[in-house]
């Protein structure tokens, strides 16, 4: 099937009053010379009169209709051809040329993944684990583009999910992501119309209590005041929520003072059992507040230390930010509870 005849045949859906020969001969007009030309000369007689006439004579056509002509007309070739494929580096080349970067860059925004976004926003509430289940049997490049189209904070804890053997793949392929062919894209759209699907048909977990907690912990004012209030409607959530504000992660996000200052309250014996298993971050925010000769001490302590059933390490780490909130509470040291920008 030649670009003519495809042209054609996308006219023909087009809406408002062009005839499928006006529109197509939008699409020449758009093309620039030579590519036109090229196009012309596989047309017979009769369709060359026709389609010149025409373009001879277009005038006042609205931006619009050039786009959704360019648009069919790449939707229709693309069913129709063997061709398949066409990055988007290529296609936004090649409109620049002929319709400018504005016009262009409106058309590819189209045709490539725009239409994702709003169905992937409906997958923000839904539990990291939930999501990570889903596409855990996905191509590593899926995985990453899947992980691209969602905010980095919802994306991180779904990596997160997924077993950690596959992390650095994942993460490699998602530096990687620049021009995404049509076919990934289709793709990715298939598997996220599965995970809608699967919403309707099967209760999914939400993560309201720890939004709350987010929530309450950027709030300005008086905290404590917001848990009393939360008290008298619901007892039972309370506590969750507050150590949800007050989990221990929280400790990465603080400066040396403030670290400095809980130290003085926690022994080193406690935050042996309480770093068992720690995030990198966390460990390293309480160990770098140590002189060097004890830093190194207190890691051979930890190695000494052994395994330690996971319970106790949670019962500690629990003791710690209840001294935490109440130092915080009676203003000894200013925690910072969420991740801030600062300047210096």
């Excluded at 406690?270 to 060097?292: F, S, Y």
Aim: hydrophobic letters at 45%; aromatic letters at 4%; glycine letters at 4%.
């Amino acid at each position: 099937m030649n670009a003519a005849t495809a042209a054609l045949a996308a006219a023909e859906t087009q809406e408002h009053a062009l005839s499928p020969v006006e529109q197509a001969a939008i699409l020449l007009l758009c093309m620039g010379e030579e590519p036109a030309a090229a196009v012309l000369r596989c047309l017979n007689r009769e369709e060359l009169l026709q389609v010149t006439q025409v373009m001879s004579g277009l005038s006042g056509i609205k931006v619009d209709t050039v786009k959704t002509s360019i648009q069919k007309f790449f939707d229709e070739y693309r069913e129709q051809s063997g061709v398949h494929g066409a990055s988007r580096a290529f296609l936004k080349r090649s409109l620049d040329l002929a319709l400018g970067s504005d016009i262009a860059n409106s058309v590819l925004d189209q045709i490539y993944g725009d239409a994702i976004r709003p169905k992937m926003a409906r997958l923000q509430w839904v539990s990291p684990q939930w999501l990570a289940d889903r596409i855990a049997h996905e191509h590593v490049r899926m995985q990453a583009l899947f992980l691209a189209f969602l905010p980095p904070a919802l994306a991180g804890q779904v990596l997160d999910a997924l077993p950690e053997a596959c992390h650095d793949r994942v993460l490699v392929n998602i530096a990687r992501l620049k021009d995404v062919d049509r076919d990934l894209l289709l793709e990715l759209e298939e598997l996220v119309n599965r995970c809608l699907a699967s919403l309707h048909t099967q209760s999914t977990g939400v993560e309201g209590m720890q939004q709350t907690a987010d929530i309450i912990n950027r709030m300005s004012g008086d905290r404590g005041r917001m848990i009393e209030l939360l008290r008298a409607h619901d007892p039972k959530i309370v506590s969750e929520i507050e150590s949800r504000m007050y989990d221990f992660f929280v400790l990465s996000r603080q400066t040396e003072t403030v670290i400095a200052r809980i130290c003085e309250d926690v022994s080193l014996e406690m935050w042996a059992i309480a770093l068992k298993g720690a995030e990198p971050a966390v460990r390293d925010a309480i160990i770098q507040t140590m002189p060097r000769r004890q830093a190194q001490n207190f890691e051979g302590q930890m190695r000494r230390l052994g395994p330690v059933p996971k319970s106790r390490i949670e019962d500690v780490r629990g003791e710690i930010m209840e001294l935490v909130k109440e130092m915080a509470a009676n203003g000894e040291i200013d925690l910072q509870l969420f991740p801030e920008e600062v300047v210096e």
